[in-house]
């Protein structure tokens, strides 16, 4: 079963893997962002992303925004998920998980109701995003209940002033332990899980990698929430061991994966639309 990737949903896939398993998981749900809904729709992404191509924001899919309730409907989703990460993994194994920001408490919440202990919250530093806060000037000269005088004046107060959407700099990567099973030397001795490799160095909670650069990118399907490889091949190599199983249970385009290989560590996953299952198999040739 182990460095195989399966075309599956999942809640479908995660029940046929045994107890204790997994020496360690490292993944990136969906963010439960609004043109998500409950279901992954890649056609539907797919057309947002290309309208995106003439917007301010080229990176994201029109019309993706953040809505409190989304951050609900996003815990509830990663529950059931969750509670067979915990089934599956090893006693001290470490779950690792990307959350957006603004619901990453959410995440957090389904991991520790489900029986994980959080340990730390990480971040990915990419270096500084692109603006996303608007000025309000055009807002105010398309508002008809102002007159002419009050808009002038209007505009004159907040020419400072933008929509709260400050220049994003980092994605949170909760780092989450299944308890151990005894002391921290009992449960490596029978698990070989629970330590984390320092190799002399100071492991700091914000690992500094660029997104992904235009090579990495060029692949035959692209992947809205792609992460770098070399960013993964430091998480894994500092919270797994060689030849250790990973899972990552949300495919995508298959990075994780290839980190597991470029690491040597074994891999095992699935990916529900059939198109990126596809493109995860090809980069794995």
């Known amino acids: 079963m182990i460095n195989r990737i399966f075309n599956e949903d999942c809640k479908i896939f995660l029940p046929k893997i045994n107890d204790n398993f997994i020496d360690m998981i490292l993944t990136d749900p969906p963010y439960g962002l609004d043109v998500m809904g409950s279901e992954w729709n890649s056609e539907k992404i797919d057309g947002l992303i290309e309208k995106s191509k003439n917007s301010t924001i080229k990176g994201l899919p029109v019309g993706m925004k953040f809505n409190p309730e989304d951050a609900i409907k996003l815990q509830s989703f990663l529950e059931p998920i969750f509670k067979e990460y915990y089934r599956i993994m090893k006693p001290g194994g470490f779950c690792l998980v990307f959350s957006q920001s603004r619901s990453s408490h959410r995440v957090a919440l389904a991991l520790e109701n489900n029986g994980f202990e959080i340990r730390e919250q990480l971040f990915w530093d990419y270096g500084l995003g692109q603006q996303k806060a608007q000025s309000v000037e055009n807002f105010i000269k398309k508002n008809k209940k102002l007159s002419d005088d009050e808009k002038k004046i209007l505009s ?73 490889i070399k960013l993964l091949e430091e998480l894994i190599k500092r919270f797994s061991n060689e030849s250790n199983v990973v899972l990552d249970s949300f495919g995508g ?8 290989k470029n690491k040597n560590r074994n891999y095992i996953g699935c990916e529900i639309d059939p198109r990126y299952f596809e493109m995860i198999e090809e980069r794995l040739k």
Do not use: M
């Open 156 to 228: 004159e107060e907040l020419k400072y002033k933008k929509t709260p959407q400050l220049a994003p700099k980092f994605e949170t990567i909760w780092l989450a332990q299944k308890p151990k099973d005894g002391s921290t030397i009992e449960n490596y001795i029978k698990w070989k899980t629970g330590l984390v490799n320092f190799n002399n160095e100071t492991v700091k909670v914000s690992f500094e990698f660029s997104k992904p650069n235009i090579k990495e990118r060029d692949l035959k399907y692209k992947h809205p929430t792609q992460k770098p």
């Open 253 to 260: 385009s298959g990075s994780t994966y290839v980190a597991c």
